[in-house]
């Protein structure tokens, strides 16, 4: 599973408190392959959306995103692109995952909020270079900084990126911001078999944390909280960053609203600060802002 590390956070100052409350905006997961009638369904509900487009029809995004754009509704952009490894150790293969990856981020750029949460690891077949990742991902970077694109990688259930060490130093080292999935994280062998917390996790991420991915366990599929008994420490220990865009990637719509029901007793029962109850927002657009300090260096990365 790779070498252990010490169950502490690399930077005292992520427990600092934050003095106000920023609304937070509920976002929820769909793909092209969804069709339109999902994106009616997020609207309606006043959610915010994270959208994965078709590796195959890019130039199809605007005609989709656009409409619900124009009436207001806040989009960022998930690129899931499984077989398009940008740290293949084969250069040809990895170059060919680097041109599909720009060509995404040329399309996202004017489309909604222009950040792209991006992977590594999809595919466990395919051999990583630990070196081309952090060379590929700072290209990425680096291209998104030239057109106005945030890059964020996300933490996956198994492989390198679960293990919250070479997350943090792959997104350290390139720049990149960090998209937080607290499924993965909380089903991972680091959290199972109690090697860390997902509250110790978010505390090695804060400073780089621009979107957080939320529902409660993954297997083959995306599990649905029953209640807060998991969730709600890791609710209490988000809400100390400055990450306020949290997306529900669950599939069925009635999982969806009961999540958020969930979150909204919580914080309804939970008065943040001590006076005021944490407002959820209604999904509109909004202003990108993040958190991009360093963090100090880590050890135990993933090496191959």
Avoid at 24 to 42: C, F, K, M
Wanted: net charge positive; hydrophobic share 40%; charged share 25%.
């Amino acid at each position: 599973m790779g070498k252990a590390f010490s169950n502490t956070t690399p930077d005292s100052k992520h427990h600092l408190q934050l003095l106000s409350w920023p609304e937070l905006t509920l976002a929820v997961s769909a793909a092209w392959r969804h069709g339109a009638t999902r994106l009616d369904s997020i609207a309606e509900n006043g959610f915010a959306c994270a959208y994965t487009p078709n590796q195959d029809r890019f130039e199809l995004l605007s005609r989709q995103l656009m409409p619900y754009i124009d009436r207001g509704m806040a989009v960022r952009h998930h690129g899931f692109f499984p077989g398009n490894e940008i740290g293949h150790t084969h250069l040809r293969a990895a170059e060919d995952a680097m041109q599909l990856h720009f060509k995404a981020m040329d399309h996202v750029r004017h489309i909604g909020e222009p950040l792209m949460t991006v992977h590594v690891g999809l595919d466990r077949t395919l051999p990583l270079n630990h070196h081309r990742v952090i060379k590929n991902l700072t290209r990425l970077v680096d291209y998104g900084k030239m057109i106005g694109v945030t890059v964020s990688l996300e933490n996956l259930r198994r492989g390198p990126t679960a293990n919250p060490a070479t997350l943090v130093e792959w997104a350290q080292r390139s720049g990149a911001g960090i998209t937080l999935d607290v499924g993965h994280a909380i089903s991972s062998e680091w959290v199972r078999k109690c090697v860390i917390k997902v509250e110790s996790i978010i505390d090695w991420v804060a400073d780089r944390l621009l979107e957080v991915h939320f529902y409660e366990s993954e297997t083959d599929r995306h599990w649905a909280p029953r209640n807060m008994d998991i969730l709600g420490p890791i609710v209490a220990k988000l809400l100390t960053t400055n990450c306020r865009w949290w997306t529900i990637e669950l599939e069925e719509i009635q999982d969806v609203l009961f999540t958020r029901q969930l979150l909204v007793d919580h914080f309804t029962k939970t008065e943040i600060s001590g006076k005021h109850p944490f407002k959820i927002a209604s999904g509109k657009r909004h202003a990108l802002h993040s958190r991009r300090q360093d963090q100090k260096s880590i050890q135990q990365p993933y090496k191959r």
